[in-house]
């Protein structure tokens, strides 16, 4: 096994563990203390080779955030601290054919934005 393959394998897994949605920063710091020498250099790599395979998704808001759920669901995400939360509701799910009006639609992202409900307390 190959370093490359080694890191790859601890970002994989520590995303597929997480509930979070966490920060390539996040990533990096969690994965350094499996693998101490490993650089934020290779984890942006690792993450943006699993965002283009489609392992992942990447949630763009602020900062982007990464997430191994692969399942349906949209996401909200605070405006205040930041957090994003999964939303596994019918009603947030977009319904598309193949055959759309507008085109193949080969992937997609919902997200919603207010203030959750710890930053209103």
Same mark, same amino acid.
């Given at each position: 096994m190959t370093r490359n393959?080694?890191?790859?394998?601890a970002v994989k897994e520590y995303l597929m563990k997480v509930c979070s949605h966490p920060t390539a920063e996040n990533i990096y710091l969690s994965v350094k203390k499996k693998i101490p020498n490993i650089s934020k250099g290779t984890v942006y790599r690792v993450l943006n080779s699993f965002v283009e395979s489609g392992d992942i998704k990447e949630i763009l808001s602020d900062v982007s955030h990464y997430d191994g759920d692969l399942r349906e669901h949209a996401h909200f995400i605070c405006k205040k601290c930041g957090n994003v939360s999964d939303l596994?509701?019918? %009603?947030? %799910?977009?319904?598309y054919t193949e055959n759309s009006q507008i085109g193949k639609i080969d992937d997609w992202q919902l997200n919603f934005y207010g203030i959750c409900k710890k930053c209103l307390r």
């Open positions: 393959t080694q890191q790859k394998e596994f509701d019918n %009603k947030s %799910k977009i319904v």
